[in-house]
Protein backbone atom coordinates (compact mmCIF):
# COMPACT_ATOMS: atom_id res chain seq x y z
CA UNK A 1 0.00 0.00 0.00
CA UNK A 2 2.74 2.21 -0.57
CA UNK A 3 1.70 5.51 -2.20
CA UNK A 4 4.00 7.35 -4.96
CA UNK A 5 5.05 11.29 -4.76
CA UNK A 6 2.08 12.41 -6.50
CA UNK A 7 -0.53 10.61 -4.23
CA UNK A 8 0.75 11.67 -0.64
CA UNK A 9 -0.37 15.48 -0.78
CA UNK A 10 -3.46 13.85 -0.75
CA UNK A 11 -3.34 10.91 1.88
CA UNK A 12 -1.61 14.02 4.16
CA UNK A 13 -4.41 16.09 3.30
CA UNK A 14 -7.22 13.19 4.55
CA UNK A 15 -5.02 12.54 7.71
CA UNK A 16 -5.77 16.67 8.06
CA UNK A 17 -9.63 15.99 7.91
CA UNK A 18 -9.59 12.68 9.88
CA UNK A 19 -7.43 14.70 13.01
CA UNK A 20 -9.64 17.29 13.28
CA UNK A 21 -11.67 15.76 16.94
CA UNK A 22 -9.31 13.61 17.45
CA UNK A 23 -6.09 15.59 17.75
CA UNK A 24 -3.58 12.82 17.42
CA UNK A 25 -0.77 15.06 15.27
CA UNK A 26 1.24 18.24 16.34
CA UNK A 27 2.41 18.29 12.49
CA UNK A 28 1.06 16.94 9.35
CA UNK A 29 3.81 17.34 6.82
CA UNK A 30 2.29 19.00 3.79
CA UNK A 31 4.64 17.93 0.99
CA UNK A 32 6.42 14.44 2.47
CA UNK A 33 9.43 13.16 1.20
CA UNK A 34 8.75 9.99 -0.83
CA UNK A 35 12.02 7.74 -0.80
CA UNK A 36 12.74 6.44 -4.23
CA UNK A 37 13.81 2.91 -3.10
CA UNK A 38 13.40 0.62 -0.12
CA UNK A 39 11.44 -2.31 0.84
CA UNK A 40 8.20 0.04 2.43
CA UNK A 41 8.66 2.25 -0.45
CA UNK A 42 6.08 5.22 0.01
CA UNK A 43 4.60 3.89 3.37
CA UNK A 44 3.48 6.23 5.52
CA UNK A 45 4.50 6.13 9.26
CA UNK A 46 3.62 8.70 12.13
CA UNK A 47 6.66 9.82 14.62
CA UNK A 48 6.21 10.48 18.01
CA UNK A 49 7.04 14.47 18.37
CA UNK A 50 9.70 13.56 20.72
CA UNK A 51 12.00 11.64 18.15
CA UNK A 52 14.15 14.11 16.15
CA UNK A 53 13.06 14.74 12.62
CA UNK A 54 15.71 16.67 9.94
CA UNK A 55 13.95 19.69 9.22
CA UNK A 56 10.81 19.06 10.65
CA UNK A 57 9.09 20.62 13.81
CA UNK A 58 10.26 18.10 17.09
CA UNK A 59 8.35 19.98 19.82
CA UNK A 60 8.35 17.31 22.22
CA UNK A 61 5.10 18.98 23.12
CA UNK A 62 6.68 21.59 25.37
CA UNK A 63 6.57 25.20 24.71
CA UNK A 64 10.19 24.97 25.37
CA UNK A 65 10.70 23.38 22.06
CA UNK A 66 7.98 24.70 20.32
CA UNK A 67 9.88 26.32 17.47
CA UNK A 68 12.73 23.61 17.09
CA UNK A 69 13.70 22.54 13.82
CA UNK A 70 16.36 19.97 14.45
CA UNK A 71 19.14 19.70 12.00
CA UNK A 72 19.13 16.17 11.95
CA UNK A 73 17.64 12.53 12.11
CA UNK A 74 17.21 10.22 14.81
CA UNK A 75 18.93 6.68 13.75
CA UNK A 76 15.63 4.72 13.86
CA UNK A 77 14.29 7.82 11.65
CA UNK A 78 17.18 7.40 9.18
CA UNK A 79 16.89 4.14 8.71
CA UNK A 80 13.24 4.11 8.13
CA UNK A 81 13.61 6.58 5.90
CA UNK A 82 16.11 4.15 3.86
CA UNK A 83 13.97 1.42 4.03
CA UNK A 84 11.18 3.67 1.80
CA UNK A 85 8.84 4.65 4.60
CA UNK A 86 7.19 8.59 4.18
CA UNK A 87 7.72 10.59 7.10
CA UNK A 88 3.88 12.01 7.24
CA UNK A 89 3.70 13.57 10.74
CA UNK A 90 4.73 13.90 14.45
CA UNK A 91 2.36 12.91 17.03
CA UNK A 92 1.07 14.31 20.20
CA UNK A 93 2.50 13.15 23.82
CA UNK A 94 2.20 14.65 26.97
CA UNK A 95 5.03 16.98 27.45
CA UNK A 96 8.59 15.44 27.40
CA UNK A 97 7.12 11.84 27.43
CA UNK A 98 5.85 12.49 31.11
CA UNK A 99 2.53 11.60 31.81
CA UNK A 100 -0.43 8.33 30.65
CA UNK A 101 -2.96 10.55 29.17
CA UNK A 102 -1.85 12.73 26.50
CA UNK A 103 -3.24 15.58 28.51
CA UNK A 104 -0.48 16.73 29.62
CA UNK A 105 0.69 18.05 26.25
CA UNK A 106 1.30 22.20 26.42
CA UNK A 107 -0.69 22.93 23.13
CA UNK A 108 -3.58 20.19 23.14
CA UNK A 109 -5.28 16.80 24.69
CA UNK A 110 -5.66 14.01 22.34
CA UNK A 111 -9.36 12.05 22.33
CA UNK A 112 -9.52 8.31 22.06
CA UNK A 113 -10.96 7.46 18.85
CA UNK A 114 -12.74 4.53 20.62
CA UNK A 115 -14.84 7.47 22.88
CA UNK A 116 -13.88 10.86 21.94
CA UNK A 117 -14.41 11.89 25.52
CA UNK A 118 -12.12 9.77 27.16
CA UNK A 119 -8.09 9.85 26.91
CA UNK A 120 -6.14 7.71 24.39
CA UNK A 121 -3.23 7.20 27.18
CA UNK A 122 -0.09 8.35 27.08
CA UNK A 123 2.44 9.06 26.50
CA UNK A 124 2.55 7.98 23.25
CA UNK A 125 -1.21 8.98 22.77
CA UNK A 126 -0.77 10.69 20.12
CA UNK A 127 0.81 7.56 18.12
CA UNK A 128 -1.92 5.29 19.35
CA UNK A 129 -4.82 7.17 17.61
CA UNK A 130 -3.36 7.95 14.80
CA UNK A 131 -3.06 4.04 14.00
CA UNK A 132 -6.47 2.96 16.04
CA UNK A 133 -8.54 6.08 14.01
CA UNK A 134 -6.64 4.55 10.83
CA UNK A 135 -4.77 7.56 9.81
CA UNK A 136 -1.76 5.96 9.27
CA UNK A 137 -0.53 1.95 9.75
CA UNK A 138 2.10 2.20 11.70
CA UNK A 139 3.78 4.80 13.96
CA UNK A 140 6.55 4.47 16.50
CA UNK A 141 6.21 5.77 20.21
CA UNK A 142 9.10 5.61 23.15
CA UNK A 143 8.15 3.69 26.25
CA UNK A 144 10.32 4.50 29.58
CA UNK A 145 6.84 3.50 32.44
CA UNK A 146 4.55 1.94 29.41
CA UNK A 147 3.86 5.21 27.22
CA UNK A 148 3.69 2.24 24.31
CA UNK A 149 1.51 -0.47 25.52
CA UNK A 150 -0.79 1.66 28.15
CA UNK A 151 -2.10 3.72 25.14
CA UNK A 152 -2.10 0.84 22.54
CA UNK A 153 -4.28 -0.93 25.29
CA UNK A 154 -6.31 2.01 25.77
CA UNK A 155 -7.24 1.98 22.24
CA UNK A 156 -6.97 -1.36 21.26
CA UNK A 157 -3.88 -2.33 18.88
CA UNK A 158 -0.24 -3.44 19.34
CA UNK A 159 2.37 -1.59 20.77
CA UNK A 160 5.80 -2.70 21.21
CA UNK A 161 8.95 -2.16 23.62
CA UNK A 162 11.92 -3.62 22.55
CA UNK A 163 14.59 -5.26 24.61
CA UNK A 164 16.09 -2.03 26.18
CA UNK A 165 19.72 -2.08 23.81
CA UNK A 166 17.80 -3.35 20.71
CA UNK A 167 16.54 -0.10 19.10
CA UNK A 168 18.93 3.16 18.92
CA UNK A 169 18.02 5.90 21.22
CA UNK A 170 20.28 8.37 19.05
CA UNK A 171 17.73 11.37 18.37
CA UNK A 172 15.34 10.18 21.04
CA UNK A 173 14.93 12.87 23.21
CA UNK A 174 16.09 11.66 26.53
CA UNK A 175 13.92 11.47 29.53
CA UNK A 176 15.14 8.47 31.84
CA UNK A 177 18.31 7.07 29.82
CA UNK A 178 18.32 3.77 31.87
CA UNK A 179 14.60 3.17 31.30
CA UNK A 180 13.65 4.78 27.56
CA UNK A 181 13.43 2.76 24.36
CA UNK A 182 11.39 3.10 20.99
CA UNK A 183 9.21 0.78 19.50
CA UNK A 184 6.21 0.42 17.07
CA UNK A 185 2.67 0.32 17.56
CA UNK A 186 0.18 -0.76 14.70
CA UNK A 187 -3.18 -2.83 14.32
CA UNK A 188 -1.15 -6.21 13.10
CA UNK A 189 1.68 -8.00 15.06
CA UNK A 190 3.06 -8.69 11.53
CA UNK A 191 3.49 -4.69 11.16
CA UNK A 192 5.27 -4.46 14.37
CA UNK A 193 7.94 -7.22 13.22
CA UNK A 194 8.15 -5.64 9.51
CA UNK A 195 9.14 -2.38 11.55
CA UNK A 196 11.25 -4.39 14.33
CA UNK A 197 13.29 -5.83 11.34
CA UNK A 198 14.02 -1.71 9.84
CA UNK A 199 14.43 -0.25 13.38
CA UNK A 200 16.62 -2.66 15.45
CA UNK A 201 20.53 -3.25 15.51
CA UNK A 202 23.78 -1.95 17.24
CA UNK A 203 24.12 1.93 16.93
CA UNK A 204 27.58 3.69 17.06
CA UNK A 205 25.72 6.92 17.96
CA UNK A 206 24.37 4.86 21.44
CA UNK A 207 26.40 2.96 23.17
CA UNK A 208 24.00 1.16 25.15
CA UNK A 209 22.77 -0.47 21.92
CA UNK A 210 23.77 -4.34 21.82
CA UNK A 211 24.80 -6.11 18.85
CA UNK A 212 22.60 -9.16 18.42
CA UNK A 213 20.77 -9.91 14.98
CA UNK A 214 17.11 -10.98 15.45
CA UNK A 215 15.15 -12.38 12.77
CA UNK A 216 11.73 -10.92 13.40
CA UNK A 217 10.03 -12.72 10.75
CA UNK A 218 11.33 -16.26 10.49
CA UNK A 219 9.28 -17.67 13.33
CA UNK A 220 6.46 -15.62 13.69
CA UNK A 221 3.75 -17.78 12.49
CA UNK A 222 4.76 -21.09 14.25
CA UNK A 223 2.39 -20.84 17.17
CA UNK A 224 2.86 -21.84 20.40
CA UNK A 225 2.52 -25.28 21.18
CA UNK A 226 4.58 -26.86 23.94
CA UNK A 227 5.81 -23.78 25.37
CA UNK A 228 5.33 -22.76 28.89
CA UNK A 229 3.95 -19.45 30.17
CA UNK A 230 3.76 -18.02 33.45
CA UNK A 231 0.63 -15.65 34.09
CA UNK A 232 1.47 -13.10 36.84
CA UNK A 233 -1.13 -13.97 39.69
CA UNK A 234 0.44 -11.23 41.99
CA UNK A 235 -1.96 -8.75 40.04
CA UNK A 236 -4.93 -10.10 41.34
CA UNK A 237 -3.53 -8.15 44.67
CA UNK A 238 -3.68 -4.75 43.16
CA UNK A 239 -6.60 -2.91 44.74
CA UNK A 240 -7.33 -0.93 41.56
CA UNK A 241 -7.98 -3.83 39.43
CA UNK A 242 -10.79 -3.75 37.93
CA UNK A 243 -13.41 -6.76 37.60
CA UNK A 244 -13.51 -6.77 33.40
CA UNK A 245 -9.91 -6.39 33.64
CA UNK A 246 -9.54 -9.48 35.65
CA UNK A 247 -12.21 -10.99 33.78
CA UNK A 248 -9.95 -10.59 30.59
CA UNK A 249 -6.81 -11.75 31.96
CA UNK A 250 -8.40 -15.15 32.93
CA UNK A 251 -9.63 -15.43 29.64
CA UNK A 252 -6.73 -15.12 28.00
CA UNK A 253 -4.80 -17.81 30.07
CA UNK A 254 -7.70 -19.72 28.58
CA UNK A 255 -6.87 -18.50 25.30
CA UNK A 256 -3.29 -19.17 25.17
CA UNK A 257 -3.84 -22.83 26.66
CA UNK A 258 -6.22 -23.54 23.94
CA UNK A 259 -3.32 -22.83 21.88
CA UNK A 260 -1.31 -25.46 23.12
CA UNK A 261 0.90 -23.87 25.74
CA UNK A 262 1.11 -25.02 29.22
CA UNK A 263 0.35 -21.83 31.80
CA UNK A 264 1.43 -21.76 35.01
CA UNK A 265 0.28 -19.25 38.10
CA UNK A 266 2.99 -17.60 39.10
CA UNK A 267 4.20 -15.00 41.83
CA UNK A 268 6.24 -11.98 41.69
CA UNK A 269 5.97 -10.42 44.57
CA UNK A 270 7.84 -7.43 44.60
CA UNK A 271 5.73 -6.14 41.23
CA UNK A 272 4.37 -4.27 44.40
CA UNK A 273 7.44 -1.64 44.45
CA UNK A 274 7.82 -1.12 40.78
CA UNK A 275 5.71 2.32 40.94
CA UNK A 276 7.48 3.88 44.20
CA UNK A 277 10.84 2.32 42.42
CA UNK A 278 10.09 4.42 39.29
CA UNK A 279 9.02 7.48 40.42
CA UNK A 280 12.26 7.96 41.76
CA UNK A 281 14.69 7.10 39.47
CA UNK A 282 12.67 8.49 36.30
CA UNK A 283 12.51 11.60 37.98
CA UNK A 284 16.42 11.19 39.05
CA UNK A 285 17.25 11.13 35.34
CA UNK A 286 14.92 13.58 34.23
CA UNK A 287 16.78 16.28 36.21
CA UNK A 288 19.90 15.74 34.85
CA UNK A 289 18.57 15.04 31.53
CA UNK A 290 16.73 18.04 31.36
CA UNK A 291 19.33 20.52 32.06
CA UNK A 292 20.07 20.78 28.79
CA UNK A 293 16.91 22.94 28.33
CA UNK A 294 18.06 26.63 29.59
CA UNK A 295 17.53 28.54 26.65
CA UNK A 296 21.03 29.18 25.81
CA UNK A 297 21.61 27.19 22.37
CA UNK A 298 17.92 26.41 20.83
CA UNK A 299 14.62 26.40 22.06
CA UNK A 300 12.37 29.02 24.29
CA UNK A 301 14.43 32.12 26.02
CA UNK A 302 13.14 34.53 28.15
CA UNK A 303 15.33 37.40 28.88
CA UNK A 304 16.82 37.78 32.19
CA UNK A 305 18.97 40.66 34.34
CA UNK A 306 21.92 37.90 33.49
CA UNK A 307 22.19 34.18 33.11
CA UNK A 308 20.47 32.76 36.46
CA UNK A 309 17.82 35.16 35.83
CA UNK A 310 17.10 34.18 31.97
CA UNK A 311 17.53 30.16 33.32
CA UNK A 312 15.01 30.51 35.92
CA UNK A 313 12.16 32.48 33.51
CA UNK A 314 12.96 30.29 30.56
CA UNK A 315 12.60 26.93 32.62
CA UNK A 316 9.66 28.46 34.41
CA UNK A 317 7.68 29.68 31.10
CA UNK A 318 8.92 26.72 29.27
CA UNK A 319 8.12 23.87 31.55
CA UNK A 320 4.34 22.83 31.98
CA UNK A 321 3.47 21.88 35.83
CA UNK A 322 4.27 17.64 35.54
CA UNK A 323 7.80 18.12 34.13
CA UNK A 324 8.51 20.81 36.73
CA UNK A 325 7.47 18.27 39.37
CA UNK A 326 9.44 15.19 38.16
CA UNK A 327 12.79 17.87 37.59
CA UNK A 328 11.88 19.10 41.98
CA UNK A 329 11.67 15.67 42.63
CA UNK A 330 14.55 13.83 41.31
CA UNK A 331 16.57 16.90 42.56
CA UNK A 332 15.51 16.20 45.83
CA UNK A 333 15.84 12.71 45.16
CA UNK A 334 19.84 12.96 44.12
CA UNK A 335 20.53 15.47 47.05
CA UNK A 336 23.52 14.72 48.97
CA UNK A 337 20.92 14.20 51.89
CA UNK A 338 19.01 12.07 50.56
CA UNK A 339 20.94 10.17 47.94
CA UNK A 340 21.25 7.11 49.70
CA UNK A 341 17.68 6.86 51.33
CA UNK A 342 15.85 7.53 47.60
CA UNK A 343 18.15 6.95 45.04
CA UNK A 344 20.24 4.35 46.26
CA UNK A 345 17.49 3.00 47.59
CA UNK A 346 15.13 2.21 44.61
CA UNK A 347 18.27 1.33 42.38
CA UNK A 348 18.85 -1.56 44.83
CA UNK A 349 14.54 -2.86 44.46
CA UNK A 350 15.36 -2.61 40.74
CA UNK A 351 17.87 -5.05 41.10
CA UNK A 352 15.45 -7.04 43.17
CA UNK A 353 12.39 -6.83 40.79
CA UNK A 354 14.41 -7.43 37.71
CA UNK A 355 16.23 -10.77 39.36
CA UNK A 356 12.83 -11.64 40.20
CA UNK A 357 11.35 -11.49 36.78
CA UNK A 358 14.85 -13.25 35.16
CA UNK A 359 14.45 -16.22 37.49
CA UNK A 360 11.13 -16.38 36.56
CA UNK A 361 11.84 -16.61 32.94
CA UNK A 362 14.35 -19.26 33.78
CA UNK A 363 11.27 -21.63 34.08
CA UNK A 364 8.98 -19.76 31.27
CA UNK A 365 9.12 -19.03 28.09
CA UNK A 366 7.31 -15.51 29.01
CA UNK A 367 4.90 -13.83 31.22
CA UNK A 368 1.78 -12.84 31.28
CA UNK A 369 0.03 -9.76 32.75
CA UNK A 370 -2.37 -7.05 31.51
CA UNK A 371 -1.21 -3.67 30.48
CA UNK A 372 -3.17 -1.54 32.43
CA UNK A 373 -5.66 -1.98 35.63
CA UNK A 374 -8.31 -0.47 34.15
CA UNK A 375 -9.97 0.66 30.91
CA UNK A 376 -9.48 4.25 29.44
CA UNK A 377 -10.24 7.25 31.76
CA UNK A 378 -12.73 10.34 30.66
CA UNK A 379 -10.67 13.07 29.88
CA UNK A 380 -10.09 15.42 33.16
CA UNK A 381 -11.52 12.68 35.42
CA UNK A 382 -7.99 12.07 37.25
CA UNK A 383 -6.16 15.42 38.48
CA UNK A 384 -4.05 13.98 40.92
CA UNK A 385 -0.90 12.86 39.76
CA UNK A 386 0.09 9.75 41.78
CA UNK A 387 -3.37 8.56 40.95
CA UNK A 388 -1.49 8.63 37.26
CA UNK A 389 1.19 6.69 38.15
CA UNK A 390 -0.51 4.26 40.22
CA UNK A 391 -1.98 2.91 36.62
CA UNK A 392 2.09 2.05 35.29
CA UNK A 393 2.24 -0.63 38.36
CA UNK A 394 2.13 -3.65 35.07
CA UNK A 395 4.15 -1.67 32.89
CA UNK A 396 6.99 -0.19 34.81
CA UNK A 397 8.80 -4.19 35.32
CA UNK A 398 9.60 -4.54 32.00
CA UNK A 399 11.49 -1.12 32.07
CA UNK A 400 12.97 -1.57 34.97
CA UNK A 401 14.29 -5.09 33.95
CA UNK A 402 14.85 -3.91 29.90
CA UNK A 403 12.76 -6.66 28.84
CA UNK A 404 10.82 -7.26 25.93
CA UNK A 405 6.81 -6.30 26.28
CA UNK A 406 3.91 -5.93 23.88
CA UNK A 407 0.44 -5.55 24.31
CA UNK A 408 -1.88 -7.13 22.57
CA UNK A 409 -5.53 -5.83 22.62
CA UNK A 410 -7.69 -8.73 24.31
CA UNK A 411 -11.17 -8.33 26.11
CA UNK A 412 -13.67 -5.10 26.37
CA UNK A 413 -14.99 -3.66 29.13
CA UNK A 414 -18.30 -1.84 27.53
CA UNK A 415 -17.06 -0.77 24.52
CA UNK A 416 -13.65 0.29 25.35
CA UNK A 417 -10.59 -1.83 24.47
CA UNK A 418 -8.30 -3.80 27.04
CA UNK A 419 -4.97 -5.18 26.43
CA UNK A 420 -2.92 -8.04 27.82
CA UNK A 421 0.37 -7.78 28.11
CA UNK A 422 3.40 -10.73 26.99
CA UNK A 423 6.72 -9.91 28.00
CA UNK A 424 9.78 -12.25 27.22
CA UNK A 425 13.10 -12.51 27.80
CA UNK A 426 16.12 -10.04 27.17
CA UNK A 427 16.70 -10.39 23.36
CA UNK A 428 14.06 -13.26 22.80
CA UNK A 429 12.08 -10.16 21.15
CA UNK A 430 11.27 -12.43 18.62
CA UNK A 431 9.68 -15.12 20.55
CA UNK A 432 7.24 -12.52 22.33
CA UNK A 433 5.76 -11.07 19.09
CA UNK A 434 5.32 -14.93 18.05
CA UNK A 435 3.24 -15.78 20.95
CA UNK A 436 1.46 -12.41 20.15
CA UNK A 437 0.76 -13.26 16.69
CA UNK A 438 -1.04 -16.88 17.52
CA UNK A 439 -3.45 -14.77 19.91
CA UNK A 440 -4.28 -12.54 17.04
CA UNK A 441 -5.02 -15.23 15.02
CA UNK A 442 -7.04 -17.14 17.21
CA UNK A 443 -8.85 -13.77 18.80
CA UNK A 444 -9.30 -12.53 15.10
CA UNK A 445 -11.58 -16.02 14.54
CA UNK A 446 -13.69 -15.24 17.41
CA UNK A 447 -16.40 -13.29 16.58
CA UNK A 448 -17.03 -12.00 19.84
CA UNK A 449 -15.30 -8.86 19.27
CA UNK A 450 -12.18 -9.98 21.43
CA UNK A 451 -9.89 -7.84 19.54
CA UNK A 452 -10.93 -4.79 17.27
CA UNK A 453 -9.61 -3.06 14.36
CA UNK A 454 -8.91 -3.99 10.84
CA UNK A 455 -5.87 -6.01 9.47
CA UNK A 456 -4.02 -3.87 6.90
CA UNK A 457 -1.01 -4.80 6.59
CA UNK A 458 2.05 -2.82 5.25
CA UNK A 459 3.13 -3.98 2.09
CA UNK A 460 5.85 -2.81 -0.83
CA UNK B 1 9.85 11.86 57.77
CA UNK B 2 10.47 14.35 55.30
CA UNK B 3 7.80 17.53 55.35
CA UNK B 4 8.13 19.45 51.98
CA UNK B 5 7.64 22.85 53.14
CA UNK B 6 7.83 26.32 51.20
CA UNK B 7 11.75 26.46 51.91
CA UNK B 8 12.51 23.26 50.60
CA UNK B 9 10.48 23.96 47.31
CA UNK B 10 12.50 27.03 46.98
CA UNK B 11 15.88 25.52 47.81
CA UNK B 12 14.85 22.94 44.72
CA UNK B 13 13.87 25.69 42.29
CA UNK B 14 17.40 27.21 43.12
CA UNK B 15 19.56 24.31 42.75
CA UNK B 16 17.18 23.07 39.29
CA UNK B 17 17.18 26.61 38.00
CA UNK B 18 13.73 26.39 37.76
CA UNK B 19 11.46 29.51 38.21
CA UNK B 20 7.80 28.75 39.90
CA UNK B 21 4.99 30.94 40.84
CA UNK B 22 3.82 31.25 44.34
CA UNK B 23 0.30 28.92 43.53
CA UNK B 24 2.04 26.79 41.40
CA UNK B 25 4.86 26.25 44.55
CA UNK B 26 1.83 25.21 47.01
CA UNK B 27 0.61 22.65 44.60
CA UNK B 28 3.71 21.02 43.99
CA UNK B 29 4.86 20.98 47.13
CA UNK B 30 1.15 19.12 48.85
CA UNK B 31 1.92 16.25 45.43
CA UNK B 32 5.69 16.05 45.78
CA UNK B 33 4.53 15.48 49.75
CA UNK B 34 1.86 12.81 48.48
CA UNK B 35 4.26 11.04 46.23
CA UNK B 36 7.39 11.12 48.99
CA UNK B 37 5.12 9.48 51.53
CA UNK B 38 3.87 6.75 49.10
CA UNK B 39 7.66 6.23 48.68
CA UNK B 40 7.44 5.04 52.19
CA UNK B 41 6.35 1.75 50.66
CA UNK B 42 10.02 0.91 49.78
CA UNK B 43 10.61 0.80 53.85
CA UNK B 44 10.09 -2.71 54.23
CA UNK B 45 12.26 -3.91 51.48
CA UNK B 46 15.32 -5.51 52.85
CA UNK B 47 18.39 -4.43 50.66
CA UNK B 48 21.34 -5.09 52.66
CA UNK B 49 23.04 -7.95 50.73
CA UNK B 50 21.68 -6.19 46.80
CA UNK B 51 23.85 -4.29 44.60
CA UNK B 52 22.66 -0.81 43.08
CA UNK B 53 21.31 -1.49 39.57
CA UNK B 54 21.70 1.52 37.30
CA UNK B 55 20.99 -0.03 33.79
CA UNK B 56 20.12 -2.98 31.96
CA UNK B 57 23.16 -3.16 29.90
CA UNK B 58 25.80 -3.34 32.68
CA UNK B 59 29.07 -4.38 31.31
CA UNK B 60 28.38 -4.40 27.76
CA UNK B 61 28.25 -0.60 26.63
CA UNK B 62 30.91 -0.17 24.14
CA UNK B 63 32.39 3.27 22.98
CA UNK B 64 33.08 4.36 19.42
CA UNK B 65 36.20 6.52 18.41
CA UNK B 66 36.15 10.38 19.41
CA UNK B 67 36.38 11.38 15.57
CA UNK B 68 35.81 14.99 14.49
CA UNK B 69 32.41 14.71 12.10
CA UNK B 70 31.44 18.02 10.11
CA UNK B 71 27.85 19.11 11.12
CA UNK B 72 25.95 21.71 8.83
CA UNK B 73 26.20 24.51 10.94
CA UNK B 74 23.63 26.60 9.29
CA UNK B 75 20.75 24.05 10.63
CA UNK B 76 22.34 24.48 14.24
CA UNK B 77 22.86 28.67 13.82
CA UNK B 78 19.15 28.66 12.59
CA UNK B 79 17.77 26.96 16.25
CA UNK B 80 19.61 30.33 18.53
CA UNK B 81 17.67 32.22 20.49
CA UNK B 82 19.83 35.43 19.60
CA UNK B 83 22.16 35.56 17.11
CA UNK B 84 25.25 37.48 16.05
CA UNK B 85 27.42 36.96 13.35
CA UNK B 86 27.05 33.05 13.38
CA UNK B 87 27.51 33.29 16.89
CA UNK B 88 24.71 32.48 19.87
CA UNK B 89 24.14 35.31 21.99
CA UNK B 90 24.03 35.06 25.53
CA UNK B 91 23.72 37.18 28.83
CA UNK B 92 26.60 38.06 30.63
CA UNK B 93 27.66 35.57 32.77
CA UNK B 94 29.95 37.65 35.07
CA UNK B 95 28.64 40.18 37.61
Not at chain 1, 81 to 93: P, S
Not at chain 1, 311 to 328: D, W
Amino acid sequence: MGYKKDQIKDFAEEIKEKDKDIKAFITIVDDPEVPESGEYKGVPIAIKDNIITEGIKTTCASKILENYIPPFDATVVKKLKEAGFVIIGKTNLDEFAMGSSTERSAFFPTRNPIDLERIPGGSSGGSAAAVAADMVPVALGSDTGGSIRQPSAFTGIYGFKPTYGLVSRYGLVAFASSLDQIGPMAKTVDDIAKVMSVIAGKDEMDSTTVDVNIDFLKDLNKGIKGMKIGAIKTVFDEQGLHEDVANAFEEFVKVIEELGAEVEWVDVPSIKYSVAVYYIIAPSEVSSNLSRFDGVRYGLRIKGENIKEMYMKTRNAGFGEEVKRRILLGTFTLSATYYEAYFSKAQKVRRKISDELYNSLKEFDALILPTVPTPAPKIGEIKDPLTYYLMDIFTIPANLAGLPAINVPFGKSGNLPLGMQIMGRRFEDAKVLRIAKAIQESTTKNKDGKTHGCYREIKS
Amino acid sequence: MIKVTKDLLKHLEELSKVGVSEEERAKLAESIQEILDYMKLLDEVDVSDVDIMYTPIEGSASLRKDEVRKFPSEKIVKNFPEEEKNQAKVPPILG
